[in-house]
């Protein structure tokens, strides 16, 4: 009877367990090492000829290997070695998606006769959208550098960039955001759940925007995070092109095996149709618009996504409406892998480097070399296409948010002193020192909370040096002076703030002292407890620019030293500072301090009122984690 049960129990898996219903495509082709993992599977399992597949699979090939599937409308996908693909959805009467997360797939899709300028399925990465009707295709992306790149044999593509505040509500995931307990009133990091859309309709959306380009045959686009919009569709080298639509396979060569062909080899006769180019043959970029076209006639390197354009000594070749690229290394004539020149590599973030770099010290550096690897990567754009982060910084979706990070900033204030004394006073002759080499170095951290207050502790230390004044009958102490401070930050908007801080600061005070007809000064280091209110803001923000400002109120406290007595005083503090983003998470400013502090001192001699003027360029490098 056990028996019995346990064989009916498995008869509706049996029968149901890889239905028609939800088989969505078929291995055709396999090479080497290939894994699926099924959906709700915890294990991946190795693929071989004949498997089926269900939506959203995930799908990863070893190096050098190789998987062709065939899905339920006839549509064929190749993927090549090192690649990562999820088949989020694809049916027979519906529009199906692919998501590339690494590695190069090919695509050969059949036009449907009756919706013929309809997409029939969409290519996802993350920082591009590919929309398919008809056409034979490839696409490269690199997660390194989150570059994607579109070369095109046959028909067109749709390409449109996709930024990461568009890719994150693709993505079915969770975010961090900051709420007040309704009862409590206590806010809270909570992890929230974006919630499942229309992805084919938003995908259509971003394909229908103005930034979005239509890659034709022999032509190529690509899209990364530090391009505003896709780059306009280039044709590429026609002995490059034609060897990449053989490889279809996907085939690799070791060093050692490979064919080497330059661009430039007579012996060629293209059998590709190429659409034509709209963009400049030479190129262009058009930094206030964000339009961008590299040279035509260069290579695409397989690995890192990377377009090599020909150099500036490139000639035209009016038959093929390209450059004809020349000492910016070759290809592979039967598979079309790209190869650097001798001694140099192309890597996906910093582009092209010395082979020693990666550990091959028989590599000289010769000047010529370095010269080459220069031009380079003018050639790749570096700056332009991985160099710098076009998209800007996201909005905080909770202004709360602003803090959940520490902050540190690290500055130098070289700065010029001044004190007068005996100002408005007859107990004295007027008395003017200016400091000379001073300087302020400065350690302030912004403790991480989770709402509008956020704690400020800060630290300085000041070399103020007026031993040059010594011929006014003035003598110094000490040089050396301490300040700390502790206080709050409060978040009006996410770029105004107000702050308080009480600090002890340490500054020169002069104690005047009279002998005979004689006048002698000491200039006597005293610490002062003060406190300083005031407002930041961030006035003026670019995709790498912006321009902070600082404000604060000064409220000195009575402090006195055998028969030297500071009274209460005030002042203020100002600064102007542009910044420049080094990257999501650190800045580099330079700006213009202004300090003015001012008490009345009575000694023995009598009361006058003495003022400290300070101003400099101030450097700060900033960071948060």
Not at 35 to 54: N, Y
Not at 488 to 494: D, E, G, K, P
Request: charged share 25%; aromatic share 8%; glycine share 8%.
């Amino acid at each position: 009877m056990r028996h019995i049960i346990c064989i009916a129990l498995l008869i509706p898996t049996i029968l149901f367990a890889d239905t028609p219903v939800n088989t969505i495509a078929e291995v055709v082709k396999i090479r080497g090492d290939v894994s699926q993992l099924s959906p709700g599977a915890q294990i991946a399992r190795a693929v071989v000829l004949g498997d089926k597949f269900l939506e959203d699979t995930s799908i990863l090939t070893g190096a050098k290997s190789f998987i062709k599937i065939k899905f339920v409308d006839n549509s064929e996908l190749n993927i090549g070695p090192d690649s990562k693909i999820v088949i989020t959805e694809m049916k027979k009467d519906t529009v199906g998606i692919i998501s590339l997360l690494k590695g190069r797939i090919r695509t050969e899709v059949f036009k449907d006769s009756a919706k013929p300028n309809a997409n029939k399925f969409f290519i996802k990465t993350r920082t591009a959208a590919l929309g398919v009707r008809g056409t034979d295709f490839q696409t490269i992306y690199n997660p390194d550098n989150k570059m994607t790149s579109l070369l095109t044999y046959r028909g067109e593509v749709a390409m449109a960039k996709v930024d990461e505040t568009t890719y994150k509500k693709l993505e079915q995931t969770t975010v961090n955001t900051v709420e007040r307990d309704e009862t409590t009133k206590v806010p809270e990091i909570k992890k929230t759940t974006i919630k499942h859309f229309d992805e084919v309709e938003e995908l259509n959306k971003v394909l229908k925007n103005k930034g979005a380009v239509l890659v034709p045959a022999g032509q190529n686009a690509f899209s990364s995070d530090s391009l505003k919009k896709t780059s306009l569709p280039v044709k590429i080298s026609p002995v490059q092109l034609e060897a990449l639509y053989k490889n279809q396979d996907f085939q690799e060569k070791s060093v050692a095996n490979l064919n080497l062909q330059s661009a430039t080899d007579a012996i060629f006769k293209p059998t590709l149709k190429v659409g034509n180019q709209v963009a400049p043959a030479e190129g262009l970029f058009n930094e206030k618009t964000g339009d961008f076209a590299p040279k035509s006639g260069g290579f695409i390197d397989l690995n890192t996504g990377l377009y090599v354009a020909p150099n500036s000594d490139a000639k035209f070749d009016a038959k093929t409406g390209v450059y004809m690229a020349s000492k910016i290394g070759d290809i592979d004539a039967d598979t079309g892998q790209y190869v650097a020149p001798k001694g140099l590599i192309l890597d996906a973030k910093k582009g092209f480097i010395l082979a020693e770099d990666e550990g091959d010290s028989k590599v000289e550096k010769k000047p010529e070399l370095l010269a080459l690897k220069q031009d380079l990567n003018q050639n790749i754009a570096r700056d332009i296409v991985v160099g710098g982060e076009a998209v800007q910084a996201q909005q905080l979706s909770n202004i709360n948010e602003k803090f959940i990070r520490d902050r540190l900033s690290f500055s130098v204030w070289s700065m010029d002193q001044n004190i007068k004394s005996n100002k408005d006073s007859s107990a004295g002759p007027y008395l003017e020192l200016n400091s000379k080499g001073s300087v302020r170095f400065q350690f302030d951290w912004q403790m991480a909370t989770n709402n509008r207050f956020s704690p400020l502790i800060g630290i300085d230390y000041s070399i103020v040096n007026y031993k040059d004044e010594a011929v006014k009958g003035v003598t110094q102490g000490s040089e050396k002076l301490l300040g700390l401070s502790y206080g709050v930050q409060y978040a009006i908007t996410r770029n105004i703030n107000l702050f308080s801080k009480l600090g002890l600061q340490q500054e020169n005070y002069l104690d005047q002292i009279t002998t005979g007809n004689i006048n002698t000064y000491n200039l006597k280091k005293i610490v002062i407890t003060r406190i300083t209110i005031g407002a930041n803001a961030e006035f003026w923000r670019s995709q790498k620019w912006s321009l902070d400002g600082n404000v604060g109120a000064i409220v000195t406290f009575r402090k006195g030293i055998n028969n030297l007595v500071i009274n209460p005083g005030g002042g203020f503090n100002l600064t102007a500072m542009p910044k420049y983003k080094l990257s999501e998470k650190s800045w580099l400013g330079l700006g213009i301090k202004i300090e003015n502090q001012y008490q009345k001192i009575e000694n023995a001699i009598g009361v006058n009122r003495e003022d400290r003027n300070t101003k400099g360029l101030e450097l700060k490098y900033i960071t948060e984690f």
